[in-house]
């Protein structure tokens, strides 16, 4: 079975930017555990940003605070050494938080900072896409289920 990387707070662990987990109630994830196929990973926090810490959104190219400081290096790094996880454990798969700006798949926050959504991937989700690793978003459970049967 393929080890897959999963957003750290999926796993209920507390490390959003608000503080908390938002934990995925799935009973393959249970399964995941038991077979120790999970990564947890949380690339912001990997990249030097404190628990809890100012949201954050992307805005021309750039990670920015609600209160207006470039978190960008920080996402960027937390992004390398996601991959470089996936490289060491021959990750193919990942599973990350939707909306985040670094972990959205499908969606981020447009840099407003007014909780409007657009299409878009975060920072770590584009990474691993253009180095072949397949993202997921806890709203892709079943294709992510499908893809690893």
């Known amino acids: 079975m393929e080890k ?5 707070c999926l796993l ?13 109630l799935h009973p ?5 555990q038991q077979q120790k196929l999970i990564v947890p990973f949380c690339p912001e926090v990997a990249g030097g940003l404190p628990t809890p810490r100012d949201p954050a959104e992307i805005s021309n190219d750039k990670v920015i605070t609600n209160i207006g400081d470039d978190v960008t290096a920080e996402f960027k790094l937390g992004a390398r050494k996601a991959l470089q996880l996936c490289q060491q454990h021959n990750i193919r798969f990942a599973l990350l938080k939707e909306s ?4 959205g798949r499908n969606t981020i ?8 959504k657009v299409k878009g991937m975060g920072l770590t ?7 072949g690793i397949e993202v997921y978003s806890e709203q ?3 294709a992510l289920v499908q893809a690893l049967a």
């Open 12 to 24: 209920g662990t507390p490390v959003r930017y608000d503080g908390t987990g938002v934990q995925l």
């Open 109 to 116: 926050y447009d840099g407003s900072h007014s909780g409007t």
């Open 28 to 32: 393959q994830i249970m399964t995941w």
């Open 140 to 142: 892709q459970m079943p």
């Open 125 to 131: 989700a584009a990474l691993l896409t253009q180095h």
């Open 100 to 103: 985040s700006p670094s972990c």
């Open 4 to 8: 897959i990387l999963i957003s750290s």
